[in-house]
């Protein structure tokens, strides 16, 4: 949680729980992606990534290369507190993911997913890596090179998430004329792409049976589908990463859950 911020926009119908609602503001970061070329260091969504020289390409449990799905320069963007100040976090999927996934997959082996993390950035010892990405990319959620622009926010809790059931427990429908609940779910989704805040989810939070789950309790990279910019997970799915805000503090991306669904 966070300070309070008073200038949260509210319908009227959820002014009597104001205070509630503020309580649950989380500091985040907006994405704004938008179609142009980027260098091998600067933050993207597809493209090619930095890699070092003495950094193998990243390939799934089958053998098969990855590709970049997120790039994000901490140097550029706007501090977010617990999050890194510099260095380079990657985010690469395999064409795997989409095999036999239904309406939903999670998963926090990452085995058909790889998250990398460089804390320094050296642009010298980068190599391009294009023969990597040159097969077919019909399954990839991301059909062009984005550049990204961030912006900070600060937001309460999604409709949908685990938590909001318990932070705000007058929400549960009464005997009242005016639904809360479904007017807070038309307001506070959560949708977006974005860095810290709350999740966007489809159905229910995962999370909300899994104490194992509940471990992973802030969210460190969301991308949802964009028609115009050419974002698509299948059917106008979301995709979400989350890690432990211990593990995030000490900069330790080797437990991740990732977690994608869709219509």
């Known amino acids: 949680m966070m300070n309070k911020t008073t200038n949260l926009l509210l319908p009227k119908e959820l002014e009597l729980l104001r205070f509630e609602i503020e309580n649950t503001l989380l500091s985040s970061m907006i994405i704004t992606p938008y179609k142009h070329s980027t260098t091998l260091t600067e933050s993207k969504f597809a493209g090619v990534?930095?890699?070092p020289y003495y950094q193998t390409y990243p390939k799934d449990?089958?053998?098969?290369?990855?590709?970049?799905?997120?790039?994000?320069?901490?140097?550029?963007?706007?501090?977010?507190?617990?999050?890194?100040?510099?260095?380079?976090?990657?985010?690469y999927i395999s064409s795997n993911i989409f095999v036999n996934a239904d309406h939903y997959h999670e998963d926090?082996?990452?085995q058909f997913y790889k998250i990398r993390f460089y804390p320094t950035v050296n642009s010298e010892v980068a190599m391009p890596v294009q023969e990597f990405i040159t097969y077919s990319k019909?399954?990839?959620?991301?059909?062009?090179?984005?550049?990204?622009?961030?912006r900070p926010s600060q937001e309460p809790v999604s409709a949908l998430d685990y938590r909001a059931i318990r932070y705000l427990p007058n929400l549960i429908p009464s005997q009242v004329d005016i639904d809360l609940q479904e007017i807070y779910l038309q307001h506070f989704l959560g949708a977006g792409a974005k860095i810290g805040g709350y999740g966007y989810f489809l159905e229910?939070?995962?999370?909300?049976?899994?104490k194992l789950l509940q471990?992973?309790?802030?969210?460190l990279l969301q991308i949802?589908?964009?028609?115009?910019?050419?974002?698509?997970w299948a059917d106008s799915?979301?995709?979400?990463?989350?890690?432990n805000r211990e593990k995030l503090l000490q900069k330790d991306f080797s437990d991740i859950l990732f977690q994608w669904e869709h219509y």
């Not at 089958?62 to 380079?88: C, H, K, S, V, Y």
């Not at 990839?140 to 550049?147: G, N, V």
């Not at 799915?237 to 890690?243: M, P, S, W």
């Open 138 to 150: 019909d399954w990839f959620p991301i059909h062009q090179e984005l550049a990204l622009q961030f």
């Open 49 to 51: 990534p930095y890699l």
């Open 61 to 91: 449990i089958t053998g098969e290369p990855m590709r970049l799905l997120a790039q994000i320069n901490f140097a550029e963007m706007p501090p977010l507190r617990d999050f890194p100040t510099q260095g380079i976090l990657q985010f």
């Open 237 to 243: 799915g979301v995709g979400k990463f989350f890690i």
């Open 204 to 210: 229910n939070d995962i999370r909300h049976e899994s």
């Open 108 to 110: 926090i082996f990452q």
């Open 224 to 232: 949802d589908s964009n028609d115009e910019l050419g974002i698509m």
């Open 215 to 219: 471990r992973y309790d802030v969210l």
